[in-house]
């Protein structure tokens, strides 16, 4: 199962439905799962549907590092063919 992006199609192109200016911003929280690499079946919760996720996972450093750390961070895009939830985050081929 595989992550395809569709260019024709962006989270931007949906009608957005106008507000009063003083009106507080919406926020919606809905159940996502990730798809592909190491983090292959992870559900998360996302708010207000993000197009991009960032997973990271520490890596062991051989020596002193004065407070440094390394992280290996994968990029995960949403799906924009899935419209209910659980939406999906493919995991993007250009991560490590």
């Known amino acids: 199962m595989g992550f395809e992006s569709r260019t024709d199609t962006t989270h931007q192109d949906r009608p957005r439905t106008p507000r009063p200016p003083d009106a507080a911003p919406e926020t919606t929280v809905e159940p996502a799962v990730l798809v592909g690499g190491p983090a292959d079946g992870t559900r998360i919760r996302v708010t207000d549907r993000p197009a991009v996720v960032q997973v990271t996972y520490p890596c062991q450093l051989d020596g002193p590092s004065d407070g440094a ?28």
């Open 69 to 96: 750390r390394a992280e290996a961070l994968y990029v995960y895009r949403r799906d924009l063919q899935v419209e209910q939830t659980p939406l999906r985050y493919g995991v993007d081929p250009a991560s490590p």
